[in-house]
């Protein structure tokens, strides 16, 4: 078993910057692979970014926030970050943290085994 607590979301201006945290518990994190999700009102939860579990050399993407977020992870502290810089009014959604139980990362949200329960971030133009 796996628990997932996110934080860092809130209120940013366009253009501005947040980082997201997410603290794991329960299993060895290290070899986890875990993603950053996220979803609109009205819209499907969609993919963000992902990192390979064990040293995390791999990341992956979502071509709408490529160039501008970055996720890493520490794995002393359990935990997975989200960088968002040069936010866009379009970020704006609830994320969601999720961990698969295998080091392969991957975009697809079905392939992921446990979830946080969210955190809010908005952008205001």
């Known amino acids: 078993q796996v628990r997932l607590v996110e934080s860092g979301g809130g209120l940013v201006q366009a253009g501005g910057s947040l980082r997201l945290s997410c603290a794991a518990s329960?299993?060895?994190?290290?070899?986890?692979?875990m993603g950053w999700f996220r979803q609109a009102p009205g819209k499907e939860r969609e993919f963000v970014a992902a990192?390979?579990?064990?040293?995390?050399?791999?990341?992956l993407y979502a071509d709408s926030v490529k160039g501008r977020f970055t996720i890493s992870r520490d794995n002393a502290k359990n935990t997975v970050y989200l960088q968002m810089n040069s936010l866009r009014p379009e970020d704006t959604a609830v994320y969601y943290c999720?961990?698969?139980?295998?080091?392969?990362?991957?975009?697809?949200?079905?392939?992921?085994?446990?979830w946080g329960q969210g955190t809010q971030v908005t952008v205001s133009s």
């Open positions: 999720a961990a698969r139980m295998v080091t392969m990362m991957t975009a697809s949200p079905t392939s992921y085994d446990y």
């Open positions: 329960g299993r060895t994190f290290s070899s986890l692979a």
């Open positions: 990192i390979r579990g064990g040293s995390g050399s791999s990341t």
